[in-house]
């Protein structure tokens, strides 16, 4: 808050109470246009994918479905899931869950549980408050090779639901010759683009130069390099 909002709620004869800060204004969010850096944890680039990939699918956190009240596509949603204590982060529902075992683990029995850079991931944004934080990530469309680009981004906003143990539809995408099979039945490319199929990831289309490397190297003949 600046002087000049203070001095005008003083001016005003209003009390302080009301000009005083919410969390809010004291977390300053880092600037959604500034770079990524490497080391930090954002909501968007880090977060909102692994939650989208590995709880947000249909029968399970995804909006509709909201199981045991919890929905965790969108920012709002989670917040408004009652699973994050921002007073006391690490007793956060959201955190104790991925470390129970037996039945009460998430993401449960048969899906894998989360690898230890993904709680740690969830940890430190715990930590650092749980903000809508983000930042602009790099995405150059002429980038498009397997091992590079394709096979990591697969890797990331795909596998959660399409990985050996619990396939959604039956898919899996965990191997190379799995994604070519579906490069040459026309269906990654449907479900990249939601022409004529249901649009991939579930509910949340890549952004734009996501879907653009994708195309590219379908175009490119969706060479393994
Ligand atoms: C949140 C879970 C989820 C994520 C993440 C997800 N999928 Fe799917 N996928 C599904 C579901 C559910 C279906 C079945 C949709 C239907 O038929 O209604 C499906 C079906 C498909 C199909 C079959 C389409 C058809 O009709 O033959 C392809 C191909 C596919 N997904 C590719 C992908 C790719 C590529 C990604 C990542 C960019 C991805 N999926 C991410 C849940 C997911």
């Given at each position: ?203 949340n289309p890549l952004p734009a130069c996501e879907q653009q490397q994708m195309l ?10």
């Amino acid at each position: 808050m600046n002087k000049r909002v203070i001095a005008s709620c003083l001016l005003l004869g209003l009390s302080l109470a009301s000009c005083k800060h919410t969390i809010e204004d004291i977390y300053v969010l880092p600037d959604p246009n500034a770079p990524c850096k490497d080391q930090e944890v954002y909501f968007n680039r880090d977060i909102e994918p692994l939650l989208l990939s590995k709880c947000a699918m249909p029968g399970c956190h995804d909006n509709q479905t909201g199981s045991d009240g919890v929905r965790l596509s969108g920012y709002n949603n989670i917040l408004n899931s009652d699973i994050i204590k921002k007073d006391d982060p690490l007793d956060s529902e959201i955190w104790e869950v991925l470390n129970e075992s037996g039945d009460k683990r998430m993401p449960p029995e048969p899906n894998p549980p989360l690898t230890s850079a993904e709680k740690e991931l969830i940890r430190t944004w715990l930590l650092q408050g749980a903000p809508n934080s983000a930042c602009k990530q790099d995405c150059d469309t002429s980038q498009f090779s397997w091992s590079g680009t394709i096979q990591p981004l697969i890797k990331q906003k795909c596998e959660g639901c399409h990985n050996s143990a619990s396939p959604q539809s039956g898919i899996i995408l965990e191997q190379y010759t799995q994604v070519k099979a579906l490069v040459d039945n026309g269906s990654l490319e449907g479900s990249i683009t939601g022409n004529g199929f249901v649009v991939m990831p579930y509910q949340n289309p890549l952004p734009a130069c996501e879907q653009q490397q994708m195309l590219n190297w379908i175009a490119d003949g969706a060479p393994q390099n």
